[in-house]
């Protein structure tokens, strides 16, 4: 059993960066593959980016590829998205999922967190 919390998100100016981090409970972090979803208003929930279990591997979503950043500290059981270059079309709920399963389909993760809101203005 995993649980996660989401935080770091906020309102933002076109251009401007967030960092979002996610904290999960227990001591076996390391073994789960991480990513973030995110679903802006109206929209359906989609893929954000993933990250392995190591953390050696890494995806991203085409629309935020070189502008987002995911990492994790398995020694603080926390992930991360930093978000640079942010755009009004990033607003969004974003949430951290875990899962055994190294995916972009959200139904392949286990655990999910309540989400953080990202608001971008123009």
């Known amino acids: 059993q995993v649980q996660l919390v989401e935080s770091g998100g906020g309102l933002v100016q076109a251009g401007g960066s967030l960092r979002l981090s996610c904290l999960a409970s227990?001591?076996?972090?390391?073994?789960?593959?991480v990513a973030w979803f995110r679903q802006g208003p109206g929209k359906e929930r989609e893929f954000v980016a993933a990250?392995?279990?190591?953390?050696?591997?890494?995806y991203y979503e085409d629309s935020v590829n070189g502008r987002f950043t995911i990492s994790r500290d398995n020694a603080k059981n926390t992930m991360y998205l930093q978000m640079n270059s942010l755009k009004p079309e990033d607003t969004a709920n974003y949430y951290c999922?875990?899962?055994?399963?190294?995916?972009?389909?959200?139904?392949?993760?286990?655990?999910w967190g309540q989400g953080t809101k990202v608001t971008v203005s123009s």
């Open positions: 990250i392995t279990g190591s953390g050696t591997s890494t």
């Open positions: 227990g001591r076996v972090f390391g073994r789960y593959h």
């Open positions: 999922a875990a899962g055994f399963h190294y995916t972009s389909t959200s139904s392949d993760y286990n655990y």
